[in-house]
């Protein structure tokens, strides 16, 4: 069984920086995808970053790009996300996702429908 475990959210007032770490159990996805979401109140769940395990292609959101790097360390089968610059907008829960049932591209690593296994979020507010 897959299990995902995010740690690493917190309290940090605008500007600061924070990093988010999934631990992946149950399997190995050196070969699939790994990607973080967030969702903040009366929202959808959004995409925010994504890392191709096999040769560690990313994607960015818009929101985000230039300011998050999203990581891999193949040892120890964890995804980091680095948040810096961060802002009040960037309040929200943040989700570890992984996905193996295929080639992972562009389009299905930056959706939610991509991803099968999901972790069970870590809260991240930024004060102003």
């Known amino acids: 069984q897959v299990q995902l475990v995010e740690s690493g959210g917190g309290l940090v007032q605008a500007g600061g920086s924070l990093r988010l770490s999934c631990v992946a159990f149950?399997?190995?996805?050196?070969?699939?995808?790994m990607g973080w979401f967030r969702q903040s109140p009366g929202n959808e769940r959004e995409f925010v970053a994504a890392i191709r395990w096999r040769d560690g292609n990313t994607f960015y959101s818009n929101s985000v790009k230039g300011r998050f790097t999203i990581s891999r360390d193949r040892a120890k089968n964890t995804v980091y996300l680095y948040l810096k610059s961060l802002r009040p907008e960037d309040t929200a829960i943040y989700y570890c996702?992984?996905?193996?049932?295929?080639?992972?591209?562009?389009?299905?690593?930056?959706?939610?429908?991509?991803?099968?296994?999901w972790g069970q979020g870590t809260q991240v507010t930024v004060s102003s």
């Open positions: 149950g399997r190995d996805f050196r070969n699939y995808a």
């Open positions: 996702a992984g996905d193996d049932r295929g080639t992972p591209i562009m389009s299905t690593m930056t959706s939610r429908q991509g991803y099968q296994y």
